[in-house]
């Protein structure tokens, strides 16, 4: 038995009634929709406060995200876990979980707005550990669901990482004050 496997056995062995409904719950606010209108509201906000620059990183990481994670789903084109298993109806691909690359995303630029705006300490702390937290959870609830194997789950919050990386990379050098060199 793969670890895969064995992973989704232990969740189908542990499923009750409450724990199924609260992952139902944490699954949905990762989906489409749910994360969508969060960055839409966040990007707005940003826009209002003049931020045009995490604006952009916010948006442009998600939606580049997307179309990312769904070539991806193409390109590997992994089969989901068995009927059986699924509590969830779904028709894609399974590799990388979208759920837990574009939670992934949206948490890592998120955080990159609140290390840059918010003072260090308990008030900049909590909201980057929510947002861990929230990622971590909507991916177990992928798993737990039977909507995805651990290592789509695994992959999409790697890859979910990498790719915000880049955005908060390339959206803090293109915004930094150029430096000249003395006597240029």
């Known amino acids: 038995m793969t670890v895969d496997q064995s992973v989704l056995q ?9 724990l199924t409904d ?18 839409a509201v966040v990007t707005i906000m940003l826009l209002r406060r003049q ?39 779904l028709d894609t691909y399974s590799f990388p979980s979208g759920h837990a690359m574009m939670t992934a995303i949206l ?30 959870a909507v991916g177990t609830s992928r798993v737990y669901l039977g909507a995805h194997w651990l290592t789509d789950v695994l992959a999409g919050w790697v890859f979910g990482v990498v790719w915000a990386g880049l955005w908060i990379w390339a959206v803090r050098r293109r915004s930094a004050p150029v430096t000249r060199p003395k006597g240029v």
């Open 10 to 18: 232990w969740m189908l062995d542990h499923r009750a009634s409450l």
């Open 22 to 39: 609260i992952m139902t719950v944490v699954t949905h606010s990762g989906g489409t929709a749910a994360v969508f209108a969060i960055v």
């Open 51 to 89: 931020h045009r620059a995490e604006a952009v990183m916010v948006a442009g990481a998600m939606l580049s995200g997307w179309v990312v994670m769904s070539s991806l789903k193409l390109l590997f084109g992994r089969m989901r876990p068995p009927m059986s298993a699924r509590l969830v109806e």
């Open 107 to 136: 948490a890592c630029v998120l955080g990159a707005v609140v290390v840059r705006f918010v003072a260090p300490g308990v008030r900049r702390t909590a909201p980057l550990v929510l947002l861990a937290c929230y990622t971590l």
